[in-house]
T-cell receptor, first 117, second 110 residues
């Protein structure tokens, strides 16, 4: 199946700093990618839809100025957590959308664990 | 909001079939049922999907009731590596976003 990679796999940062997480679609060109956040013992929560060459679409309640998404190429989307605080500590997961498949399947990355001290 | 209801947890003996139910009573005619699973601290993994017919692949079988208001994911011979959280999601085939519900935490017991 298709492969999605994320980098880094984990990151620890100080409060107030910004952290960038990369999501790469390795098998096909993904015009659409998604970012999710998952807190411990909770389900995945969709944060935003990343569209290549245009602005991301954010879900209700997600601060677009805090979670900056850039999808500058067909294989790379980045999520930047700006001025991170301990409450932003979470597991961040991306996925890509294979529009070329018969059912728009999504493949998920391995996730990035962010810990803000 | 998630459109599915699943039991929060289930146990299954190793080697036995694991039957995971999902209720989706408000499903629309053009919405598919997808199943993903998430092993601890990993990204979700696709298992299977279907519209109205039963489906089977190398991982599992999906049984959808005739009225499509519920479905069951069957892992025919559960192994310890099948311990994971299983998510049932409904979405139209041409749709984009997946909205995850709370899922079922399956524990396979030796």
């Amino acid at each position: 199946g298709a492969v999605v990679s994320q980098h880094p796999s984990w990151v620890i940062c100080k409060s107030g700093t910004s952290v960038k997480i990369e999501c790469r679609s390795l098998d096909f060109q993904a015009t659409t990618m998604f970012w999710y956040r998952q807190f411990p013992k909770q389900s995945l929560m969709l944060m935003a839809t990343s569209n290549e060459g245009s602005k991301a679409t954010y879900e209700q309640g997600v601060e677009k100025d805090k979670f900056l998404i850039n999808h500058a190429s067909l294989t790379l989307s980045t999520l930047t957590v700006t001025s991170a605080h301990p409450e932003d500590s979470s597991f961040y997961i991306c996925s890509d959308l294979n529009r070329g498949s018969s059912y728009n399947e999504q493949f998920f990355g391995p996730g990035t664990r962010l810990t803000v001290l | 909001d998630a459109k599915t209801t699943q039991p929060p947890s289930m146990d299954c003996a190793e080697g036995r079939a694991a039957n995971l139910p999902c209720n989706h009573s408000t499903i629309s005619g053009n919405e598919y049922v997808y199943w993903y699973r998430q092993i601890h601290s990993q990204g979700p993994q696709y298992i299977i999907h279907g519209l109205k017919n039963n489906e089977t692949n190398e991982m599992a079988s999906l049984i959808i009731t005739e009225d499509r208001k519920s479905s069951t994911l069957i892992l025919p011979h559960a192994t310890l590596r099948d311990t994971a959280v299983y998510y049932c999601i409904v979405r139209i085939n041409t749709g984009n976003q997946f909205y995850f519900g709370t899922g079922t935490s399956l524990t396979v017991i030796p």
